[in-house]
């Protein structure tokens, strides 16, 4: 199993440009989240999905649309890049949410000039 | 909100010593994870702790989560090379969240510990 698979591994990005992180997981689990994290910040939740066709957001959600059309795959778009999203952006997935370790993605490193 | 607080902020140690990071919740908690991150990679989830007064151990890494279940200490033995990384604790907000839901993490800010050969 490959587990969970992001793509790119870095982006740099001009102000105001859009773009997609894309994230897909092969073990067939229901919940798989988006966080960021920031130096001095931790990682915080930008958004999550209980199965497919449900996402809802979570701490950091402005500026970033999902959607989980698929069990599989899990995409993130930056609507108009800033660089205050400059980050490194984590994919999760676990099989049913608490109870069970997430399994997480190795990253995308965005930069946004 | 639940906030997690993780002491300390970073922790430099000899070889061969023996160390303790924390995780303290200001709120009851009801799963406690703990992870390893290598620079430039993702998580790697070490154990997850759910009882009060449960401890887990893997390798020369052991876990332990208090009886109140709002404290969880990690402690490596001995420590070497391949232990240093930032260590994050996270845990799930509420009871209702716990196989519920939502079901997701809220993280520390971290432990960065380095180990001088």
């Known amino acids: 199993n490959a587990g969970v698979t992001q793509t790119p591994k870095f982006q740099v990005l001009k102000t105001g440009q859009s773009m997609t992180l894309q994230c897909a997981q092969d073990m067939n689990h229901e919940y798989m989240s988006w966080y960021r994290q920031d130096p001095g910040m931790g990682l915080r939740l930008i958004h999550y999905s209980v199965g497919a066709g449900i996402t809802d957001q979570g701490e950091v959600p402005n500026g970033y649309n999902v959607s989980r059309s698929t069990t599989e795959d899990f995409p993130l778009r930056l609507l108009s890049a800033a660089p205050s999203q400059t980050s490194v952006y984590f994919c999760?997935?676990?099989?049913?949410?608490?109870?069970?370790?997430?399994?997480f993605g190795s990253g995308t490193r965005l930069t946004v000039v | 909100s639940q906030e997690l607080e993780q002491s300390p902020q970073s922790l430099i140690v000899q070889e061969g010593k023996n160390l303790t990071i924390n995780c303290t919740s200001s709120?009851?908690?009801?799963?406690l994870y703990w992870y390893k991150q290598k620079y430039g990679e993702g998580l790697i989830f070490l154990m997850m702790?759910?009882?009060?007064?449960e401890e887990k151990s893997h390798e020369k890494i052991t876990a332990k989560l208090d009886e109140k279940k709002q404290q969880s200490s990690l402690h490596i033995t001995a420590s070497q090379p391949s232990h240093a990384g930032i260590y994050l604790c996270g845990a799930l907000p509420s009871l209702s969240n716990y196989g519920g839901s939502q079901g997701n993490l809220i993280f520390g800010k971290g432990t960065k510990l380095s180990v001088k050969p």
């Open positions: 702790l759910q009882k009060g007064g």
């Open positions: 709120k009851t908690l009801y799963g």
């Open positions: 999760a997935s676990s099989p049913n949410g608490g109870g069970y370790g997430y399994t």
